[in-house]
C-alpha cells in the first residue's frame, strides 16, 4: 500500500472525527444520553456522573465512512469486511447504550439478549471468513524473531474465531473505564497490526484498515482524554474490540493480539479473578480493591492519568517488542 494513500485515508477519518465532536456531544447533551457512576466505585468518578456517552460514534462512522468510501472508489472490498464487523458490534452497543437511557438505569440490554447478540455478530464474521477468508485463512502463524510455526486448524477456525472475537469485544469493553484509556490503547494496537501488515507486505487492507481507525480515534482522544467530555460507551468499546480481533483473524497471527493486546487480557482476568474468588469465599474475600485492575491502582492512590500513560507505556511497550519480533527474524 502506497505510504501517501495511507496517510490521505488516515487524515481523512482524523477530520471526520474532530469534525463530528461538536456535533455529537451537544447532540447526546440534549438527548441525555449522560454517564451513570458506580456507587462503590472511586470517589473521583462521581464528579463524571453526566458526562455524555456513545460517543463511539466520533470514531466509529468515519472509520466506516472512509473504508467504504475507499472500497467503492479503489475496488478494495476487502475493506469491507473489518468495517462491517465494527459496525455489528458497535450496533449492539449502541442498542445497549441507547436502552439504559431510555430506562434511566445502568441495565441495557438483558445479559442474554446482548450475548445472543453478540455471538451471532461473531459466528456471521467467523463463517465469513472461513469460506470467503482465502485459502490460507485457517493457517495461524506464530512468529518469535528467529522461531516460526505455522498450525492448521482447519474447520475449528469458526469456533476460534468467535471465541477471539467474543473474549475480545468483552475485554476492551472492561478496559473502558478511564478517560482514555481504551482509547489510547487501541490507537496504539490498531497502528501496530498495520505497521504488522506494512512491513511484511501483507494485506493492502490490513495495511490501511488499522491506520484509518487510528486515525479516527486520536480524533476521539482529543474529547476523551482527561477531563473527558465525552465517553465512548459500549457503542465504541464493542466496535473497537470487534475490529481488533478480526484484523489479528484476517492476519492469522494470535500474537499480535495475545502480547500486543496482552493489557485487554490482563482487565478481563483480573475482572474473572475477582468475581471467581469473591463468589468462592461466600463474599467474604477479595484480590484487588477493585475490578477491572485499573480501578485498583486507582484505589491504591495512583491518579488517573498517572494509570493510563502507565498502561498506554505498557501497551506501547509490548507493540514495539510484538512488531520487531514478527517482522524481523533474527
Not at 447526546?28 to 468518578?45: F, I, N, V, Y
Not at 467530555?229 to 478480526?246: E, K, N, P, Q, W
Request: include cysteine; proline fraction near 4%; hydrophobic fraction near 55%.
Amino acid at each position: 500500500m502506497n505510504l501517501s494513500v495511507i496517510f490521505i485515508c488516515m487524515g481523512a477519518a482524523f477530520l471526520l472525527g474532530l469534525a463530528l465532536g461538536p456535533v455529537v456531544i451537544p447532540l447526546m447533551r440534549k438527548l441525555k444520553a449522560r454517564q451513570t457512576e458506580r456507587d462503590d466505585g472511586p470517589q473521583s468518578h462521581l464528579k463524571k456522573q453526566g458526562t455524555p456517552t456513545i460517543g463511539g460514534l466520533i470514531f466509529l462512522l468515519p472509520i466506516i465512512a472512509v473504508s467504504v468510501v475507499f472500497a467503492i472508489v479503489k475496488n478494495e472490498p476487502g475493506l469491507i469486511v473489518p468495517a462491517a464487523c465494527m459496525f455489528g458490534f458497535g450496533l449492539i452497543g449502541f442498542l445497549d447504550d441507547f436502552l439504559k437511557i431510555k430506562k434511566r438505569s445502568k441495565d441495557g440490554l438483558f445479559p442474554w439478549q446482548k450475548m445472543l447478540a453478540l455471538l451471532l455478530v461473531a459466528g456471521g464474521t467467523a463463517v465469513w471468513l472461513y469460506f470467503k477468508g482465502g485459502d490460507n485463512i485457517t493457517v495461524l502463524r506464530f512468529d518469535m524473531f528467529a522461531w516460526h510455526a505455522e498450525l492448521d486448524i482447519k474447520w475449528f477456525f469458526i469456533p476460534y474465531a468467535v471465541f477471539v472475537l467474543l473474549a475480545t469485544t468483552n475485554s476492551v469493553n472492561l478496559t473502558d473505564g478511564l478517560d482514555g484509556l481504551c482509547s489510547g490503547i487501541s490507537v496504539i494496537v490498531f497502528a501496530m497490526i498495520s505497521c504488522v501488515a506494512f512491513t511484511l507486505e501483507a494485506s493492502a487492507d490490513m495495511q490501511l484498515f488499522g491506520f484509518i481507525s487510528a486515525g479516527a480515534l486520536l480524533a476521539f482522544l482529543v474529547y476523551n482524554y482527561n477531563p473527558a467530555r465525552i465517553f465512548m460507551g459500549d457503542t465504541g468499546s464493542l466496535a473497537l474490540g470487534g475490529g481488533i480481533a478480526v484484523m489479528t483473524l484476517i492476519m492469522r497471527r494470535p500474537f499480535l493480539l495475545i502480547i500486543g493486546g496482552l493489557i485487554f487480557i490482563i482487565e478481563a482476568l483480573s475482572d474473572i479473578i475477582q468475581v471467581g474468588v469473591f463468589k468462592a469465599s461466600g463474599r467474604k474475600k477479595r484480590v484487588f480493591k477493585m475490578a477491572p485492575i485499573h480501578h485498583h491502582f486507582e484505589l491504591s492512590g495512583w491518579s488517573e492519568k498517572k494509570v493510563v500513560w502507565s498502561f498506554w507505556g505498557f501497551t506501547l511497550a509490548l507493540c514495539i517488542f510484538t512488531y520487531f519480533s514478527t517482522c524481523f527474524k533474527g
